[in-house]
């Protein structure tokens, strides 16, 4: 299972993180990568990283300002947010995907509110 913590009330141009701790499954084997859904939209893809982390892919509007990163040896997955828009408002969910069988595990989700 993945579990997730952070999030919360931010102002914009603030920063946060996000993290994702992973538990029953060889995390290491498996991309991390983070979702959005806005209320009343369909959950979409934000930003991914390969096993390698060397190779990373986001949505545009989140480029320069997103970040994902790992850490195997905890088990755990991170996102990073900085120069948050009102935009960015919206609940994330981690996954985790497995390459070869495509077998994927789902976070809970985790309120992101960015408001002045």
């Known amino acids: 299972q993945l579990v997730q913590s952070g999030g919360g009330s931010v102002q914009p141009g603030g920063s946060l993180r996000l993290s994702c701790l992973a538990s029953?499954?060889?995390?290491?084997?498996?991309?991390l990568s983070w979702f959005r859904q806005s209320p009343g939209t369909e959950r979409e893809f934000v930003i991914g990283?390969?096993?390698?982390?060397?190779?990373?892919h986001y949505t545009d509007s989140v480029s320069g300002r997103f970040t994902v990163s790992r850490d195997d040896a905890k088990t755990t997955g991170y996102l990073d947010i900085k120069n948050v828009k009102p935009e960015d408002t919206a609940v994330y969910y981690c996954?985790?995907?497995?390459?070869?069988?495509?077998?994927?595990?789902w976070g809970q989700g985790t309120q992101v509110t960015v408001s002045s």
């Open positions: 029953g499954f060889t995390f290491n084997s498996y991309v």
């Open positions: 996954q985790a995907r497995h390459l070869d069988s495509g077998a994927r595990y």
């Open positions: 990283m390969a096993i390698s982390d060397t190779n990373t």
